[in-house]
């Protein structure tokens, strides 16, 4: 083995140990709590490490395996949900258990910063095996990927594991469906990302840029408290600021998920039936016209959709334009419902919004079996932009 090779797999896995050293250094934790945040990014390497040898040997056992291209689509689900997406969380979750059970683990920031501690750990291990077993570009952007997702889904149950923890048995069973979601989420995002071809890599941008959303937005609730939800009804507010409540454009203060709780909420009014079952047809419209728009855009630029080619990255580009077309029409229809309907909550648009996801995965489903993953994949992102969207037209009023 050259230097190079072996400096290929040993400075990535840095990144980690970097990123792990610079959040206990930055903390306002005590002695005694930087030890043992200390203790569970070292745990969380065991973890990791735990892993990769459990999984190698049910591969080994079961012939197995998570890409596609070697097991098939079946076989590589299975070995993906069954074992790998639920051991990798549960090690995780182990790693974070003996803080937990201290008495320095009292809430949200720090089922937060334990979690992430565990899952940096986790990642500088698996990393490290990643790279070691395999060579070349794909795998160092497969590594490079691995580690936002890792530290991502695990502040999502350890953000419910602090919270279960300061309310004591009131609020136990949000952990358990936390954990569920983020286990199923990542088994998606890593059959996403490792058990398809490398032009499957395009895919995971607009996942990453979404879970960045969604840690900005906890982040700002989790680390400053005191800053309130605004309401939703604000009568010194113009209409046309209301683009600004849109978390993706930034041009003022976004919502808590405080605010986003209570916008789901509803109201003292009866839900409206017929804006549900218009919103849902809107919806749908919207993205038959999304999806048209970017093939007529495609087929004026002169672009060939018949060349994608799911290994070879460089082919994607049209698959990329069709997704944008696709996930642009969310907060359009989103906007157009809360307008259209003058509801004061986000639960008509939000239901109308599910039902035409739920619409268009069961028809991939009947057409195109495979399309489901990545459908499953990209439904919360087009659920948020549509929240997001409805958010914007919520009346002032």
Not at 311 to 338: C, E, K, M, R, W
Not at 374 to 395: D, K
Request: glycine share 10%; aromatic share 10%.
């Amino acid at each position: 083995m050259t230097l190079f090779d072996t400096l290929r797999w040993v400075l990535p896995p840095l990144v980690p140990v970097a990123l792990a050293v610079l959040l206990v250094a930055r903390s306002d934790l005590r002695h005694a709590q930087r030890v043992r945040a200390t203790g569970t990014f070292v745990l969380g390497g065991v973890a990791g490490g735990v892993t990769a040898y459990v999984t190698a040997l049910g591969s080994r056992w079961t012939g197995l395996e998570v890409r596609s291209s070697v097991a098939g689509e079946g076989a590589a689900l299975l070995f993906m949900f069954c074992l790998v997406a639920p051991l990798g969380e549960v090690s995780k979750v182990a790693a974070v258990w003996p803080a937990f059970l201290s008495h320095h683990f009292e809430g949200r920031r720090e089922g937060v910063a334990y979690a992430a501690l565990a899952a940096l750990g986790f990642g500088a291990v698996e990393v490290a095996v990643m790279l070691y077993g395999h060579s070349g570009r794909v795998w160092l952007a497969r590594a490079a990927l691995t580690l936002p997702a890792d530290v991502f889904f695990a502040t999502f149950w350890g953000y419910a594991l602090g919270r279960a923890k300061r309310a004591s048995r009131r609020a136990t069973s949000i952990f358990p469906v936390a954990w569920v979601v983020a286990t199923a989420s990542h088994g998606l995002y890593n059959h996403i990302a490792f058990g398809r071809g490398s032009g499957a890599l395009v895919g995971v941008v607009p996942l990453l840029l979404a879970m960045a959303g969604v840690a900005w937005v906890g982040g700002r609730e989790i680390w400053h408290p005191e800053r309130k939800a605004r309401a939703l009804v604000d009568p010194d507010v113009d209409p046309a600021d209301r683009l600004s409540r849109l978390p993706f454009l930034a041009l003022a203060e976004p919502p808590t998920l405080e605010a986003v709780r209570d916008a789901l909420r509803g109201s003292d009014q009866p839900v409206k039936l017929r804006w549900i079952l218009l919103g849902a047809l809107v919806t749908v419209g919207a993205m038959v016209a999304g999806l048209s728009a970017a093939i007529a855009f495609g087929y004026w630029m002169h672009i060939d959709f018949s060349v994608v080619d799911e290994h070879d990255a460089a082919t994607t580009a049209p698959l990329a334009l069709l997704g944008v077309g696709l996930l642009v029409a969310f907060p359009i229809s989103g906007f157009l419902v809360a307008r259209a309907s003058n509801v004061p909550t986000l639960l008509e648009p939000a239901i109308a919004s599910a039902l035409a996801i739920l619409a268009v995965c069961v028809a991939l489903g009947l057409m195109a079996p495979i399309a489901l993953v990545f459908a499953f994949a990209f439904s919360p992102i087009a659920f948020g932009l549509s929240c997001a969207g409805a958010w914007a037209g919520l009346p002032t009023a």
